[in-house]
Each structure stands twice: as C-alpha cells, then as structure tokens.
C-alpha cells in the first residue's frame, strides 16, 4: 500500500465547521493525518467530526478574534497528538457593504480581527510550536481573489477587501522570517463559491450562487466547489509542495488571468447571466457586482414589470447603483429573473434585452431616441424623467410580446424577431401553511433530508421515531425492490432537545452511500420513455442524469421523514391513525371486502415484502412483479390509505376542500398517475338513493353514517367516518429493456439503461403515501383548531383533542406551576393570588 499523502501528520483547521474548512478536515484525515477541527459553531464542528468517523480528528472551539483561544487550540493538538505539522488557517467572515462616507468601523474592525489579526494569531502560535519542535511544517491561509482584484466601487465590502489584501501580506512577510526554519507559508486565493460564508454573504442560495458562477467562469465544464479548495490545501500541506513558499495560489479557473482593470477588452469573456433574487435593493445588486466586477449592465424583468439598472461603463453603474437604487429601484420586489451583460455592445446576446437597454440609455441621457417604439410611451423624447421611466416599465412586458426589438447597439433602428426571455423558476420542494416541510437532496448527490419548520414545542421525538418509517421505505429490502444498498440513517441536526421538539425548524437529514453514477452514462444525452428527464430539460435547459436527481424517488426521504413526526402529532393529540396498504399489483386485484378498514393492523401489512394484508392476494402480487423483474420489465398498481378517528370539521369548503389537498399531496408522489377517494369513479353508476350516507346516532350520541361512500368527507370537511383513498402507481419508467428514444440534439437513438431500479414501486410506496396524507392532516388540523376551537360556534359538534389525562398518559402534558410562569412573564406573585386554579396544561 502507498504512503497517505499527510500519514502521520497533525493538522488545525479554523473554520473547519463548514464550506471548504469541513472539506480540507476531511481529505486531510483521508491522506493519513490527525486533524483538530477549530470552529466557533460547536453543532457543526462536532457534526464534521462525527461525521468523518475515525480516530483521527478531534473538534475544539476556537475564536480565532481570541489569541488566548488559538494558543489553548494549538495546546490541545500538541497534547492530543503530540505534534503539529499543518496549521490551515481557514475562518473568515464576508463583512458588510457600505459607501467609504458611511463605513461602519466596528464591523471594519471586526472583519479585520477574524480574516487578518485571527490568522496572525493562528500564524504565531503555529510557528512557535514548529520553530521549538524543529518541524518542517506548512501554514496556509484562506485568502480570495478579492486579494487581487479589489471587489465593489461606491458601496463595497470594504473590510473584506482589505482583510485580504492585508492577509497576503501576512503571509509574503512571515514567509521570509518562517523560511529559516523551514517552515513554507502560502495562501489560497478561491474564486466565488457557493460556501456557507458566500451564500450568506450575497444572500443567494448555494444552487444560485453555483449556478451564477458557472455562467461567469471563464473554466467551463466544471463547477468550484469547497473541495477543489481543499485539494489545493492539500498540495500545499503535503511534501509535494516542499520547496513551494511565499505564493497565493489563485484558484479561480483562470478567470482574472487577462482582467485588465482599466476597463479594457481583455477582461473575462462576455457571458449572459441569469440569476433568481427575491428582492431588488441595493445589496442585491451589489451582490451581482461581486459575481463579475467588469459587469456593466443590469436587466431584471419581474412578471409583468420590466427594470432597467445602469447601462454605463463599470464606474458609472457602479455610482448609478448604489446612488438610485434607494430611490428608483426598491418599489420593484419579488424580481424573478436577471440577466447580466459584460458591455453595452454586446447585449445582442440577450435579444430583447438590448433594445430595453439601448432605449433607457438614451432616454436617461436625454437623446429620446426611442420615439414612440414602445407603444407611444415617452414619444417626446423627453423620458429622462423618472415618471415617464416608470411608465415605460409599466407598459413594457405588454409590448414585448409583440414588438421586434433592435440587437445592434450601434444601429438601434435596425429590428430583429426574438423571443422572449423566459421565467425559470426550481421551486416547488415545500409544502404546508402552519406545519411547513421543505425537503432537498438529490438521487445521487450527498445525502436527502427535510426541514420543519411549525412543529410545536414538546413533542416527544427521537431519531428512532422517524427511523421506523425510513426503514419501510429504504431500498434493498428485498427481490422485489431495487437492490441500491442504503442504510437511509437519520440524524436530527436541531429542533430536538433532551428528547422533546423546541418548536423552532427540525432539520433531518440522510446520508446517501451507494451512488454508482456510471449506471446512468447512457443518460447523458438520451431521454428515457415517459421519465422527466425531457420535460426537466425542456423546462430548466439543464437535468441531474444520474438518477434523475430531483425527480427521483429518493427524494421522498424528507417526505417519510416529516411525515414520522406528523403521525406522531396526529397520534398523541388527537388519537388519529393513518394506514396504507397494496390494494393492486399490475393485474392482481385485492377484492376491497377481504379487508375489513376498521381492524386491519400494522403488522398485517408488514407480514409479507408486498404489503398485503391478505397473504394469499400478497402471493399472486409478489409472484406478479418477479415475473417482469426477470424479465427486465416493471409493472404498476394501487395503494390504499385508510384514516382512522380523523376529527370532525377538518377541512374548509370550495377551493380548499380536504379531498383536494389529499389529492394535491398524493399526486405530488413519484410515478403517480390517478386518485379516487371514496366511491370514486365507481360512484358514477349508482342513484343517489343508492350512494348518499345515510345519518344516525350511535350508542356514544355521536352523529355517524351508515355507509361511508362520501369516504369520511363531505362538502370538503371530514365528518369523523374513515377517510379511504386509493393512488394509482404506473409501472417504473427507468427499466433494462432497450428502448426507442431521442438524444438532446434531435437525433433517434436506441437507450440501453443500467442501474438498479425497482420493477414496481407500489410497496415502497406505502409508508409515502402514508407520510403525504400526514402531512395533509397535521396542516388541516392546525388550521382548523387556530380558526375554529379557540371560538366554538357548535360545541356539541366539534370536537375536542385528545383528553387531558390521555395526552398526560403519552407524555405531552406539561404543567406549569404559577410560580413558575411568573418567574417567565416577570409578574409580581400578588397580581394572581385571587386566582383559582392551580396551574396551566400546555
């Protein structure tokens, strides 16, 4: 076996909780080395080490703004591992902007004291320790390239670009004392990247911030990632880098290598950008700047409002954005839609982009060369002014569907035909108003998982609560399931203390650990049948080929995993349970009275790999699906979901009805392709007199149904019978027989897939459906006791939660003594003495 590039090794990394800290943890303890995670975010850093899994790293929190702090980190390296060879001096932080008039020089000072005087510390006390042990050892600073191309104009990150330009400094000075020793120093100087520190910076989202960078990158074919940074530590940490000392190593794909900054042509090549933001203020914008400082014009189009943002050479947009955007650009929100262009003559590439540009320029400028082109608005030439500019935006997008617009700058009157620029939007991943799931994670990316964000305080969940459900769904479980080896092991990463919900967002998540993305090279240019590889590419000029990505039905994880938590909800507050079942199997068909919905059990669902209650009708459908499995085919079918003691008057009326929602959220699945709820489409050949439920009052007085063909639901509202429905699976898309198909550029072609992929969804399926209809039911159930019960209008026929005394039996009673709730609200003891209970249930 060859040597590890850092074998016996000791590293610190600061900032190692997170972005390219926790990637360069990771690599090094992979290359043979002990590493000392120093972070101040104590949940990550220990979440890093746990998840790298071995003996050799260790978390300790540091501050690097504390010098007592980074000596007491070193100290503990020496005394864990004896040694220090590495010291990545990592963290940092982005600062504010501001105009230099308006700088803020305590967070000046602050950006300084964690990006410059935090890695003199971590320089100082690292080289003490090598200069008295003799090491040969390596410091490396995180700088960016802000330390070689000062970032912003009027309003800039001030701090941060001379935090930089002083850390290289650091590093060329001490790389000429440390020299003696033998010890190398160098920096790292990243391009942008979607680390959490960028991301919060710009405001954007991780996909966002990656995707504005592949589109400015001057490397394409590859997208800057956190561990590319890592890897370049790793060089430098490593002996292969020996008699390398005293650089700042550039790692942005060549982007600034010919940036000429006085404006020249030589700067990085032009390239549209597009870019979602959800508001259109200054910091936004400026946001942009930072991604391309040689940008020079702005176009965002929101619905049906077209603005325009500085079309001048880089100083005066620059000016221009920061001086107008107070006043003329933050009545425009929730802008979906910006592209950006490297100079005016080259908008061409953003068709009508052009025009609009051209025409606000001149405008702007007095020229009124637009003269009447866009419907007669500011046909006096005279549209300088700011009313007449706002007028023209209002009018816009009416005239852009259906005027040619000029894409020559320099001959505006000559028109050309485009089409207009689209609205593209990857939203859709969360579901619910008061108990809201947003769920993330890709087929073959990392891992899945989900955040919930509306649980209430004190619920009683542990891993192991979500963990059962997870189980039912995981792959591999048997012959007729895909045999992809996942564990699917959940970790809650927050909302949970000591055992109990603290009503802020839970975040679950699940490592994924069998990928086998060479399964999928057929994919990369042919679509498979009836899959969304096609329409995801149609709609988004981009698609995930291994797997499917989001498309996959790996992504209802999150789904399970929220799920778990609203069954339990459901179960402990209001005594509600929710079941699902294999009704059908391609042409196997359960009879619906072999299963009597009133008693059929858990673990007669779970006795047999099909999810059958009965077992001989769970014989015939597993004999069905190894048929086509076989055979390199797949086959479809129906799972049943049944819900018991569902309170009374969940639901509303009209556009909301609970069958709608159930519906929505059931056909949201993967491969789902029908719905029916009750009698369904058998109801159709019934009289009413045949299909109404008739009323009657039962033994307890409570108001009931003889029959249950409305299926627990009426008008939109349950009525307390048991809800049924049944949703409809197609047979797996993704299969090994060949198949005709076509490739992205329009050529007929034969698709050979590879990969493991289940030959019938439908008993996986289950708990899914089963955490949808959760979902659902834990939504309406807020709703209905946040409108309803804290203002009963009917208190015979609503219906309470669970008693008191039961909820106190599952243990989510909390009682609260009055001395206690004083001590939290701050009132003195005698403003409740008159009062006569004793104290509060919550």
């Avoid at 950008?273 to 176009?299: C, H």
């Avoid at 425009?332 to 061409?348: G, Q, R, T, W, Y």
Wanted: charged share 25%; proline share 4%.
């Amino acid at each position: 076996m060859s040597k590890q590039r850092l074998e016996g090794k000791v590293a610190i990394v600061t900032g190692g909780a997170s972005g390219i800290g926790a990637e360069a943890a990771r690599l090094f303890v992979e290359n043979g080395a002990f590493v000392v995670i120093a972070d101040v975010n104590d949940e990550l850093g220990l979440q890093v080490a746990s998840s790298i899994g071995v003996d050799k790293v260790s978390y300790h929190h540091c501050d690097v703004r504390d010098e007592k702090q980074v000596e007491e980190t070193v100290a503990f390296a020496i005394k864990k591992y004896g040694s220090l060879d590495i010291m990545f001096s990592n963290a940092g932080i982005a600062g504010s902007f501001y105009k230099i008039l308006d700088l803020d020089l305590n967070d000046f000072d602050n950006t300084i004291a964690v990006n410059v005087r935090g890695a003199a510390a971590c320089i100082k006390y690292a080289a003490r320790v090598m200069v008295e042990r003799k090491t040969r050892g390596s410091i490396i600073c995180t700088a960016s390239t802000a330390s070689v191309v000062a970032l912003g104009g009027d309003s800039a990150p001030y701090g941060y670009n001379t935090s930089k330009h002083g850390l290289l400094g650091l590093v060329r000075s001490t790389c000429g004392e440390l020299g003696a020793y033998g010890i190398r120093v160098n920096s790292i100087s990243p391009s942008y990247l979607a680390t959490p520190l960028a991301c919060d910076a710009l405001g954007m989202e991780a996909s966002e911030v990656e995707s504005a960078v592949v589109a400015g990158a001057n490397l394409q074919g590859i997208v800057l990632k956190p561990i590319h940074v890592a890897q370049t530590a790793l060089f430098l940490a490593s002996d292969e880098s020996a008699y390398i000392s005293g650089h700042n190593l550039v790692v942005d794909g060549g982007l600034w290598a010919g940036y000429n900054p006085s404006g020249s042509e030589k700067g990085p090549r032009v390239r549209a950008w597009r870019l979602r933001i959800d508001r259109l203020q200054s910091r936004e914008l400026m946001s942009l700047y930072l991604m391309a400082p040689t940008l020079r014009g702005v176009v965002a189009v929101e619905g049906t409002t077209a603005v325009v943002v500085g079309v001048t050479k880089v100083d005066g947009w620059r000016r221009r954005l920061v001086e107008e955007s107070k006043a003329t650009w933050v009545p425009v929100v929730a802008v979906e839609f910006v592209v950006v262009v490297d100079k005016v003559e080259d908008l061409m590439t953003v068709v009508h982009a052009t025009a609009v540009v051209e025409w606000v320029k001149d405008c702007n400028q007095g020229g009124g060369r637009c003269r009447g082109r866009f419907g007669g608005v500011c046909a006096s030439g005279s549209c300088y002014n700011y009313s007449h500019f706002w007028a023209f935006c209002n009018r816009l997008p009416n005239q852009l569907k259906e005027a040619s617009f000029s894409i020559d700058a320099e001959n505006p009157e000559q028109d050309s035909n485009c089409p207009l620029p689209k609205e593209i939007r990857a939203a859709g991943s969360t579901y619910g108003n008061h108990f809201r799931v947003t769920t993330y994670g890709e087929s073959h990316g990392r891992g899945v998982g989900c955040v919930i964000d509306g649980c209430p305080p004190r619920i009683p969940l542990s891993e192991s609560d979500v963990q059962v459900d997870l189980d039912r769904r995981r792959p591999g479980q048997s012959k007729i399931t895909t045999p992809r080896d996942e564990t699917d092991t959940c970790k809650i990463f927050s909302g949970v203390f000591e055992g109990l919900t603290t009503g802020t967002p839970i975040h679950v998540f699940v490592p994924s650990t069998d990928q086998r993305g060479r399964d999928y090279s057929e994919l990369s240019s042919g679509y498979r049948p009836s899959h969304a590889d096609a329409t995801y590419d149609m709609k988004y000029g981009i698609r995930s080929v291994q797997g499917g990505g989001r498309s996959s039905a790996r992504e209802t994880i999150g789904r399970v995993a929220s799920g778990a938590v609203a069954k339990k909800i459901l179960k402990d507050f209001a005594g509600t349970e929710i079941l699902a079942y294999v009704s059908q199997v391609h042409k196997v068909v359960l009879p619906e009275d072999l299963i009597d919905n009133e008693t059929v059990t858990l673990d007669q669902i779970e006795s047999n790999i099909v999810r059958c209650p009965d077992p001989e009708y769970a014989e015939k459908m597993i004999a069905a699906i190894d048929a086509v499995r076989v055979r390199g085919d797949s086959v479809g079918g129906v799972v049943t979901c049944i819900v018991r003691n569902c309170p009374r008057g969940i639901g509303s009326p009209v556009f909301d009805k609970l069958e709608a929602e159930l519906a929505k959220a059931a056909m949201s699945l993967p491969a789902t392709k029908g719905f029916q709820f009750g009698s369904g489409f058998a109801g159709t050949f019934l009289t009413g007199s045949e299909h109404n439920d008739e009323f009657y009052i039962d033994e307890h007085g409570r108001t009931r149904t003889r029959t249950n063909r409305s299926g627990g639901i009426q008008g939109g509202i349950s009525n307390g019978e048991i809800i049924n429905m049944r949703i409809a699976f197609k047979p797996t898309s993704t299969i090994a027989k060949e198949q005709n198909t076509v490739t992205r550029d329009k050529k007929e072609t034969i698709l050979r897939v590879r990969g493991r992929h289940d030959p019938c969804v439908v008993p996986r399926a289950v708990p899914v459906v089963e955490a949808m209809v959760s979902l659902v039911l834990v939504d309406q159930l807020m709703a209905q006791y946040a409108q309803c019960n804290l203002f009963p209008v009917n208190s015979d026929l609503q219906e309470p939660l669970l008693p008191s005394e039961e909820r106190r039996a599952l243990g989510v009673v909390v009682e609260l003594d009055f001395e206690d709730v004083v001590d939290v609200v701050g009132v003195e003891g005698d403003v409740i003495e008159d009062m006569e209970v004793d104290a509060f249930e919550y």
